[in-house]
Nanobody, 120 residues
Framework: QVQLVESGGGLVQPGGSLRLSCAAS????????MGWYRQAPGEQRELVAR???????NYADSVKGRFTISRDNAKNTVYLQMNSLKPEDTAVYYC??????????????WGQGTQVTVSS
């Protein structure tokens, strides 16, 4: 069994900051890339940021310069620091991980999502 548990979402005013965390646990041998995606009501899920096990990152154009993705490989945890938040950042944020399990299954596992609301 594998779990991805997200935390850190909530309500914040425009211009504010939030830090999301996502911890992976369970029958994991290794994790390659980890990422954050978001889905606003009526919209498709979209990539926010992604980071490889070696630390290479890529970001959606809409968040470049405002969001920073990082990870702690020892803790199997990925973070998303979100600054200068805008109302259009409001969405459910999901993390995922490309992982290899102890049964040698390689697949992408998703978390349950955490709500981020940017509003005054």
């Amino acid at each position: 069994q594998v779990q991805l548990v997200e935390s850190g979402g909530g309500l914040v005013q425009p211009g504010g900051s939030l830090r999301l965390s996502c911890a992976a646990s369970g029958s994991i041998i290794s994790i390659n890339a980890m990422g954050w995606y978001r889905q606003a009501p009526g919209e498709q899920r979209e990539l926010v940021a992604r980071i490889t096990s070696g630390g290479s990152t890529n970001y959606a154009d809409s968040v470049k310069g405002r969001f920073t993705i990082s990870r702690d490989n020892a803790k199997n945890t990925v973070y998303l620091q979100m600054n200068s938040l805008k109302p259009e950042d409001t969405a459910v944020y999901y993390c995922n991980a490309d992982l290899l399990t102890t049964t040698f299954r390689r697949y992408t596992h998703w978390g349950q999502g955490t709500q981020v609301t940017v509003s005054s």
